[in-house]
């Protein structure tokens, strides 16, 4: 058997497809075929669903012809075409078209696998309006009180309330709906979702117009969006009959309101899509978001009409099956330019309205902010520029220090020299080497002796001693301390308790990642190297060079604390990423833990995921992001890092952070936000979990 680690359905990701068939009007044997052709094509790419189009065996444009009993027979011998090629095939097939019961005439979506209907749907909302006269030939579903009928021979459920589950994935549950179904008030999906079916289908024949397209979308990802759900929708293309209307054969796949596939329009040829629905997420979604079982109360009449109906189909689990789903590499950073853009200046918007708000509000008119000429104090910085400015407040209202000790390598003092000038705020500069000698000599240490013993005391004398400084000299002077220690910083425990990293009046960055700082960053040097004052944080026309160089110089230098001193004056020897792993894979360890809270085996999937091919350019470049692959046991290796650190050494350093805007969603460990966790827990869980994953994925 071969290891499941590559397999998605492993993983609780269901691919899933939209088949989107030529068709001949009234000719339901050239349907069939070319219905059973796509479905072919699906189940070799290992998917465990087809949706087809509204009334795709008969064609959805032949009117009164449904009314003919040829017609009306045809359509079943299709059906048996499909059904008996259903048996050497893994996927389920949702066909669409008419079905005869008790003398009425239903428009029907039907559910095939394995040789089996497993159950028939009838549409519950008959347009009859404008070109659409549906009620002529159709009955709407509650016109019929049946539970079952009989086609080909087999007694099948039939209904509107019918949840389709995969007993193999019990996460995989679908619901059937049918074209103007979805445009409703309250489409049966809704109720559908509260019953519990995690994937709702639309077979369609909406015919094309100007701006339909666009509204279809927007249709769909609300739906799926309200309903915490995937949502399918497979809509009739060419061969559909012109007389009076045009068909553009849209196919969309969404999950919670992301669109995760679309095809083409107005092609030729039959066509499909796929994607890679991540059930789990969903799952999450729901239990997480307490008001989704409100409306399940709230509403519990219409949720008792469905009924579970059980599909018996083994997924294709034992095989190599790769996601193929797209997982970003920087989960907190928008890979599209034009959203990244936004996003980035939505983050800059929201802290400096936060700051702004806590200055008016404590009739404080400074800030104090200590700057060491890396990345978390440099954006920090740059916030409090708008601050100022958006107050109306002169930037000399900045108190910014710049305080070297023993491990400040004269780059990143000189660094943080520039900006403070550039920005304009009211710069001073202490030498903290005496204060913390005089420190060390009262504690003992043998460096005051001149012995060369870098341990933790020695570093956390250093950052004690900044931060004592600073809160009295905002004591002194009537400011509040900002701080600007970063959200990894507080996942991974990489800051020394009570002091400027953990510690201060107001925390900027406490919500805000590594990689989204160097983005933000990089987004303010780009935009003032191109000149773009709408955002602008220098006040000569003549600093906007200066200002891009080093916030690129800044950008370039290694992330470390500085408390060690290096053997060379040009940099130093202690790296962060030395320590406690890149940030690249620990933000995306830190996402999936807190936003989805998956298992360390799916942390570990997606990140291999993302991560195992080479750059291929489809990330932004940014100065000091690292830009190749990773292996698994390099992965395995640093989640094990982040599991330990999250849940076992850092938590009580999360209880008593200050207050700080939460920036996203996934973006908080505020005690008294997004994350509540004993102080005292253990790791042996997730340790336990990540020991489990193979260290050669295809062994």
Not at 382 to 404: E, F, H, S, W
Request: net charge negative.
């Amino acid at each position: 058997m071969t290891n499941r680690f590559l397999n998605l359905y492993h993983h609780d990701f269901a691919r899933v497809a939209v088949g989107v068939p030529q068709c001949r009007v009234a000719d339901p044997a050239y349907n069939a075929q070319q219905t059973i052709a796509l479905a072919r094509e699906a189940d070799n790419a290992g998917a465990a669903l087809i949706a087809f189009p509204e009334l795709g065996l008969s064609a959805y444009t032949c009117d009164d012809l449904f009314h003919q009993r040829a017609m009306l027979d045809a359509c079943e011998m299709a059906l048996a075409d499909v059904v008996a090629a259903s048996i050497t095939l893994s996927t389920v097939m949702i066909i669409g078209m008419p079905v005869r019961v008790d003398q009425r005439l239903f428009n029907c979506a039907i559910v095939v696998s394995g040789g089996r209907i497993h159950g028939v749907v009838p549409k519950s909302y008959l347009p009859n309006y404008n070109e659409f006269y549906e009620a002529r030939q159709f009955n709407a579903a509650d016109c019929s009180s049946a539970e079952a009928i009989s086609l080909l021979s087999q007694t099948v459920p039939f209904g509107a309330a019918l949840i389709f589950e995969f007993s193999d994935m019990p996460l995989l549950r679908f619901h059937l709906e049918i074209c103007e179904d979805v445009w409703v008030p309250i489409p049966p999906s809704s109720f559908a979702a509260l019953a519990g079916a995690t994937v709702l289908v639309n077979l369609s024949a909406s015919n094309v117009l100007l701006g339909k397209e666009v509204y279809r979308r927007e249709l769909v990802r609300q739906q799926s969006t309200r309903c915490l759900a995937a949502y399918l929708y497979s809509s009739a293309g060419q061969g559909e009959s012109t007389s009076d209307l045009a068909w553009d054969g849209q196919a969309l796949i969404y999950e919670n309101g992301e669109c995760l596939s679309k095809s083409e329009r107005f092609l030729e040829a039959s066509h499909l899509i796929f994607a890679d629905l991540d059930l789990e997420r969903l799952a999450y979604e729901r239990m997480h978001k307490t008001t989704f079982g409100q409306s399940v109360r709230r509403h519990k009449d219409e949720v008792e009409k469905f009924r579970v109906i059980h599909i018996d189909l083994k997924l294709p689990r034992d095989i190599i099956l790769p996601l193929e789903r797209t997982v970003e590499r920087f989960p907190y950073v928008p890979a599209d330019s034009k959203r990244r853009d936004e996003h980035c200046r939505e983050v800059y918007n929201i802290q400096v309205q936060a700051l702004t708000q806590r200055l008016l509000s404590s009739h404080i008119k400074k800030v104090l902010i200590g700057i060491s000429g890396g990345l978390d104090s440099t954006h920090a910085l740059l916030v409090c520029a708008k601050v100022m400015d958006r107050l109306g407040l002169p930037r000399t209202n900045i108190l910014a220090y710049t305080m070297p000790g023993f491990g400040t390598t004269e780059r990143t003092l000189k660094q943080a020299r520039r900006l403070m000038t550039l920005i304009g705020c009211n710069t001073q500069e202490i030498d903290i080497r005496p204060s913390c000698l005089q420190m060390l000599k009262d504690l003992g240490h043998p460096y005051a002796d001149g012995q060369e013993v870098f341990d933790v005391t020695f570093e956390n004398v250093q950052a004690g001693e900044r931060t004592s400084r600073l809160f009295r000299l905002a004591n002194y002077q009537q400011a509040i301390v900002v701080g600007t220690g970063d959200l990894s910083e507080l996942a991974l425990g990489w800051c020394t308790y009570g002091v400027g990293d953990q510690m201060a009046h107001y925390n900027l960055n406490a919500s805000v990642p590594k990689t989204l700082i160097k983005y933000l960053i990089n987004w303010v040097a780009d935009a003032t190297d191109m000149g773009d004052s709408t955002f602008s944080f220098v006040r000569k026309e003549e600093d906007t060079t200066a200002l891009s160089n080093v916030l690129t110089d800044i950008l370039g230098s290694n992330i470390s604390p500085e408390l060690v001193p290096g053997k060379e004056d040009v940099g130093t020897e202690q790296k962060t990423e030395d320590f406690i792993g890149p940030y690249d894979l620990q933000d995306f360890h830190l996402y999936y833990t807190l936003r989805f809270g998956f298992t360390p085996s799916k942390i570990a999937f997606l990140a291999y995921s993302a991560w195992k091919d080479e750059d291929v350019g489809r990330w932004p470049d940014v100065v000091g992001t690292r830009r190749h692959q990773y292996d698994l046991p390099e992965i395995k290796r640093n989640l094990r890092i982040f599991l330990d650190r999250f849940f076992r050494t850092s938590q009580f350093k999360r209880s008593c952070m200050p207050n700080a805007p939460k920036v996203g969603m996934g973006s908080s460990l505020s005690p008294r936000g997004d994350w509540r966790a004993p102080s005292d827990g253990e790791s042996a869980l997730w340790l336990a979990q990540l020991d489990k994953i193979p260290d050669d994925p295809n062994a």
